[in-house]
């Protein structure tokens, strides 16, 4: 490559995020520089997009010495999975910007700070995205915990200390454990013919013991699953994005909870594929028990952003088990359900993020009516709500829809009891609208101002986005089915062959 894009991809926010922390405080100069440079970003990966070849593989590939002496090199590259969450963070992030302009207090930590990590965040996820070295993945992995605990902890609500903690804790277990079989494949590769090497290439050339390759997966697998987040790592989720602001919530749960499933894509099917086989008897149980568990806890939930971290784990539980049915159309459905979970839980999260600052409260009982006082709120609200409840015509029926595709093929029993997730996902969304919205007026929302011209702004190309790609997702699946086709040879597996004959028309 004559020109570095992925480098300029990863550098670009975290240069920003310097260039934030050193304007002028008390001004909105950082929120300015911190929207143009997101949407730089923006701009240069739909430029990257604009020149991927679907069929082409990893795409765009940098590699370069790093740490010599045990195989480390800086090495990047995309794929279809990895250019899917690339733009998911690019699109995400100046919304993200846009819709927190009010969100930072000037005293606890500067707003410079507030919007400086954000870009961090920014840069560090794209690059857990193409990395194709598994020491920088690892670096990375860990590096983002860092702006997401001071978003958390320097500027969430009354409990902000004891989320921001606990998410660190629960991360910091699943990156150690990871950890170990980071080393682990290091002493595989030591003891080839070629020497030590962290490059994902190598690493699925290598010929490692069953019992080696099953452990080795393991540690991965767990990390992946704290982060994913599945039951019963989950518990951090639902205090992080309680106590987070909306902006952070988003880039949390929509952005970096994605690499936990990433991470199982690219790293446990394609370097441990018999690991990955052996293990998804137990993955889909426990896939399947997360759909229930979450869509379960959210009906019971009367704090809005807890319900919203409780869908999420069943969504997870989707995406969880379309990756380990093993044929493409679950694997093709997670990978699209991952993009399309990101703008449906971004847009609930931000409007009712923007209902909670008006009327000062995280409670669902709190409220009532808030339809007729703030109708363009009620409306965006229902489409959010109704994308979260994967509605047909909006973009993540279509991944549900192959991931429940794909799961039928490989077991009707997981299938079924998935399914019921889909009729729980109703309840939790329409009671949570009709408690909210409709109803009598209370006294406490009678005056709520609608939206304003910022916060339409911030929210309506998540909108566009999940009408469009409802009704059109072909641009997407262009993109990912290649990737997946790929990745199932790796693994071994095919899709399943007719179990009856098709007669022949006359």
Not at 377 to 387: E, P
Not at 402 to 412: D, E, H, I, Q, R
Not at 414 to 438: E, K, N, P, S
Not at 471 to 482: C, E, R
Request: aromatic fraction near 12%.
């Amino acid at each position: 490559m004559s020109v570095p894009w992925l480098t300029i991809l990863v550098a670009l926010p975290l240069l920003g995020a310097v260039g934030v922390m050193m304007l002028p405080r008390n001004s909105d100069l950082p929120k300015q520089a911190a929207f143009a440079i997101s949407t730089a970003v923006l701009a240069l990966s739909v430029a990257v997009a604009l020149q991927y070849d679907v069929d082409g593989g990893f795409q765009f590939v940098e590699s370069y010495p790093w740490i010599e002496s045990f195989g480390a090199r800086y090495a990047v590259g995309v794929d279809g999975l990895g250019l899917t969450l690339v733009l998911l963070t690019t699109i995400l992030t100046p919304v993200v910007v846009l819709a927190s302009w009010n969100d930072a207090e000037e005293g606890r930590w500067s707003i410079n700070s507030f919007f400086a990590w954000m870009l961090a965040l920014e840069g560090l996820a794209i690059g857990v995205f193409v990395a194709t070295d598994v020491f920088l993945f690892y670096v990375l992995f860990e590096a983002t915990l860092i702006p997401i605990y001071f978003l958390i902890g320097g500027f969430g609500g009354a409990r902000r200390s004891y989320a921001a903690v606990k998410f660190l804790l629960f991360s910091l277990f699943g990156g150690l454990v990871m950890l170990a079989s980071v080393v682990g494949l290091y002493v595989v590769s030591a003891n080839s013919e070629s020497g030590p090497s962290y490059l994902l290439a190598d690493l699925m050339a290598a010929e490692m013991s069953q019992n080696t390759e099953r452990l080795l997966f393991l540690g991965f697998f767990i990390a992946f699953a704290v982060k994913a987040p599945m039951w019963p790592v989950h518990t951090w989720l639902p205090d992080a994005a309680s106590e987070a602001t909306p902006g952070t919530s988003v880039l949390l749960v929509s952005v970096l909870d994605k690499i936990g499933t990433f991470g199982m894509m690219r790293f446990c099917l394609g370097i441990f594929p018999e690991a990955s086989q052996w293990a998804t008897p137990v993955v889909i149980a426990l896939a399947v028990f997360s759909v229930l568990y979450g869509a379960v806890v959210a009906i019971g939930q009367n704090d809005i952003r807890r319900l919203i971290a409780y869908t999420s784990v069943s969504h997870f539980g989707f995406i969880v088990l379309g990756i380990f049915v093993m044929n493409s159309q679950g694997q093709v459905g997670s990978a699209l359900y991952m993009f399309n979970h990101g703008l449906s839980t971004a847009a609930l999260f931000l409007i009712t993020g923007f209902l909670i600052a008006r009327r000062g409260s995280k409670m669902i009982s709190d409220y009532g009516g808030v339809e007729k006082s703030a109708p363009v709120l009620a409306g965006v609200l229902l489409v959010a709500g109704l994308s979260s409840l994967s509605l047909p015509g909006l973009s993540p029926f279509v991944s549900e829809f192959l991931v429940l595709a794909g799961t039928f093929t490989k077991s009707v029993t997981a299938a079924v009891i998935a399914t019921l997730g889909i009729v729980l996902a109703a309840l939790y969304i329409l009671l949570m609208y009709q408690r909210t919205m409709t109803g009598p007026v209370r006294e406490s929302t009678k005056s709520l101002p609608d939206l304003g011209a910022r916060e339409l702004a911030a929210v309506a190309p998540l909108l566009a986005l999940i009408v469009v790609l409802g009704f059109y997702p072909k641009p997407a699946l262009d993109v990912i089915n290649p990737t997946v086709d790929t990745l199932l040879e790796r693994v071994g597996v095919s899709d399943p062959e007719p179990t009856e004959a098709i007669e022949e028309l006359d």
